[in-house]
């Protein structure tokens, strides 16, 4: 009896060390939360690893800065990564709650329906979802930023470079988020040559290296001369630099993987974000409000231009930029035809947010097709 | 039809590159399961591979020590697994299960400095494609098959002497013998424990070059997860080549085209991305279903694969 009794305790113990090493990591001094009520504990859940040098990492940078900019104000943070987008991530939530933290940061799209449910379960607990459409009035909002606006400058960047007029997109799901950005880069290509066409190949996946790499040579084989992505790794810029091409990144300044192919990168700054609501709670001023921002909120930009780019591009785009920032100028301003030819967007009319968010066709010059 | 042969040519030439780490895990868990052990660790250990390969390579600039350090880690890896299953007489199932989520962990553990860091040059110029005189200049198949890296090349010569070595040796039909009938190979004085080791790590070096392949070769920058589970393709493969190394290279350039295909096919037709993601599984089903309607010897598993060998049982 005795030993089965020290078998049992033995397996939780080991259990228990498992779970809460598994992934975990937590940094910042930890002490600081337990001393006054005002001080915020920040834990963020990643679908990924923080080290896939695209979507987490942008996240877990924004983390960072966060830590960074109000650390000194008794903001500490913790992470879980790889979380599934199942009912883990209700366990994550809780457990990172457990261990004290009163703001939770969800960081992918699939957690939403557990978020919803846990926020009813924790009043006091702020909770921010990334991407979603839920939120309550309370304690529970959603965040997510216009990366549009710079993929729209990415394409004139694009555009510019592109001898052929036949530009390739590496492009990871057929949902509306992935629909929206190529739509906005094929404005972009059209603002400075009309006659291009943008080239969609389907990956069916977020991450695969060899895979994105694959479908970009594909696109390459065809004629293309620019290789854009919305995928989570550098695998299509090095396969630009392979054949002596060029590539547009996502996610993360990613010049040192093909440092001869890559031009710029729309890019996510979440730590702008992050810094300006927890700043808020700090202050007491915090209002449960769901974000759209872009970029003269910060949370967006595209990276710096490198030298791999045609000349004048840098002045082309920052006049764009210029424009988008003082508001006189939308990405998705009509008239806009889809791939019929058919009038979507009326002159004068701009696409609304909630036409964007369901957006299911492509713009004309896309060359590619959505499943049905 | 000029463009048609030029597209044939695109596809052939990626998907033999595509297929060259899934004919490395393929012949190594070839290797594992004809004296067997069932090893599900491939993914793991492509994984370490991988890393491995990938930051001995960086940090020395040395191509063939970025390989050797890939085959060494799986070697390791395999090492792992073949203690617990052969001298512990553990689970082979969740034996390699652990190796599989162990592997995946220790390759992020270790990545994690890596990330972003790209390969130099030095390395890169040795894996760039390699003509060969006279066989290159043949249409289509020529430039597919004989203007490929030279790990491609060193897949055709692993995979023919695999074959030579498992069917027309001594050794090999010591091997076989262990994973058909471990009791009659004990009688007849064959080593097992030795012979399980050895086929178990050299496997493990296989799976730990298939991954090695694709951190050093086809995306030589580090991300996480580089092998996007081949592994596991690769254990469906070796059922889909009924454990033969010279069938292993038709499947492996098979699967690794039927992913390319779709790639270059998906604007041109109605079908959807997602089936030719299923192909590959579909197929190994029906070649499980072909098998045992069949019923023939050579094309069946190892008899005693899975199976721990204890001698007092026989």
């Not at chain 1, 009326?346 to 964007?356: H, I, K, L, P």
Request: net charge neutral; glycine share 10%; with cysteine.
């Amino acid at each position: 009896m005795k030993k089965l009794l020290a078998l049992m305790l033995a397996v939780a113990m080991i259990s228990a060390a498992l779970l809460s090493g598994c992934g975990a990591g937590s940094s910042g001094d930890d002490s600081a939360a337990s001393t006054g009520a005002k001080a915020v504990k920040a834990g963020f859940i990643y679908i990924g690893p923080i080290g896939d040098g695209g979507y987490t990492y942008a996240h877990d940078q924004g983390r960072l800065f966060l830590e960074k900019e109000l650390g000194a104000k008794g903001v500490t943070t913790t992470f879980l990564e790889n979380v599934a987008e199942d009912a883990s991530s209700e366990k994550a939530m809780k457990d990172l709650i457990d261990q004290g933290c009163n703001v939770i940061f969800a960081t992918s799209f699939g957690y939403m329906e557990y978020v919803d449910r846990v926020a009813k379960e924790y009043p006091d607990v702020k909770f921010f979802h990334c991407s979603g459409y839920l939120s309550n009035d309370t304690n529970f909002v959603n965040y997510f930023g216009r990366i549009e606006q710079t993929r729209y400058l990415s394409g004139i960047a694009a555009a510019l470079k592109s001898k052929s007029g036949k530009i390739g997109y590496v492009a990871a799901k057929q949902i509306p988020e992935v629909i929206r950005g190529i739509n906005s880069f094929t404005l972009g290509v059209q603002s400075v040559s009309p006659t291009a066409t943008v080239n969609v190949k389907w990956t069916d996946t977020w991450y695969d290296p060899t895979l994105e790499k694959n479908a970009a040579t594909a696109l390459l084989n065809d004629g293309c001369d620019v290789i854009a992505q919305h995928q989570d790794t550098t695998g299509p810029q090095i396969a630009a630099e392979e054949k002596n091409a060029f590539a547009i990144g996502y996610n993360s300044d990613s010049s040192k993987a093909a440092p001869k192919a890559y031009i710029t990168a729309p890019i996510w700054n979440w730590g702008v974000y992050y810094v300006d609501q927890v700043q808020k709670i700090l202050d007491g001023t915090w209002k449960a409000e769901n974000y759209w921002g872009g970029l003269k909120e910060g949370v967006v930009d595209l990276a710096p231009i490198t030298e791999n780019a045609a000349p004048g591009t840098k002045e082309t785009v920052e006049a764009i930029k210029a424009k988008i920032l003082d508001g006189s100028f939308n990405v998705f301003a009509g008239p806009i035809k889809d791939q019929t030819g058919a009038v979507r967007v009326a002159e004068g009319a701009v696409m609304s947010d909630e036409d964007q968010l369901s957006c299911k066709w492509f713009v004309q010059g896309v060359n590619g097709k959505i499943d049905k | 039809m000029e463009a048609f042969l030029s597209v044939l040519t695109f596809v052939l030439i990626d998907a033999i590159k595509a297929g060259t780490p899934l004919l490395f895990a393929t012949l190594g868990e070839i290797f594992a399961e004809k004296v067997g052990n069932l090893n599900l660790g491939v993914e793991g250990m492509m994984l370490m591979g991988a890393v491995m390969g990938f930051s001995v390579g960086l940090s020395t600039g040395s191509p063939l020590l970025g390989v050797l350090a890939a085959l060494a880690a799986g070697a390791c890896g395999a090492l792992v697994f073949a203690f617990l299953t052969i001298t512990l007489r553990a689970n082979q199932i969740v034996s390699g299960l652990s190796l599989t989520i162990f592997g995946t962990g220790f390759s992020s553990f270790v990545g994690q400095k890596l990330v972003g860091e790209a390969l130099p040059e030095s390395i890169k110029s040795v894996f760039k494609a390699i003509k060969i005189p006279a066989l290159s200049e043949i249409p289509v198949i020529g430039p597919a098959l004989f203007n490929q890296d030279i790990l491609v090349y060193a897949g055709y010569i692993v995979a023919v002497v695999s074959g030579i070595y498992l069917y027309r040796t001594r050794t090999g039909l010591n091997l076989r013998t262990v994973g058909e009938n471990p009791g009659a190979a004990d009688t007849a004085g064959i080593n097992i424990t030795l012979y399980k080791y050895i086929h178990i790590l050299l496997g493990g070096a296989f799976a730990g070059l298939g991954g090695g392949y694709l951190s050093l070769v086809a995306v030589p920058s580090w991300q996480d997860a580089v092998t996007g589970g081949r592994g596991w393709i690769a254990v469906a493969l070796v059922i889909f080549v009924t454990w033969n190394p010279y069938k292993s290279m038709l499947g492996a350039y098979f699967f690794g085209g039927l992913s390319i295909l779709g790639l270059y096919l998906q604007s041109h037709s109605p079908i959807p991305q997602s089936i030719f993601d299923m192909l590959p599984y579909l197929a190994t089903i029906f070649v499980l279903v072909m098998i045992s309607l069949k019923k023939s010897k050579e094309n069946c598993a190892p008899k005693a694969l899975g199976e721990p060998y204890f001698r007092e049982d026989r």
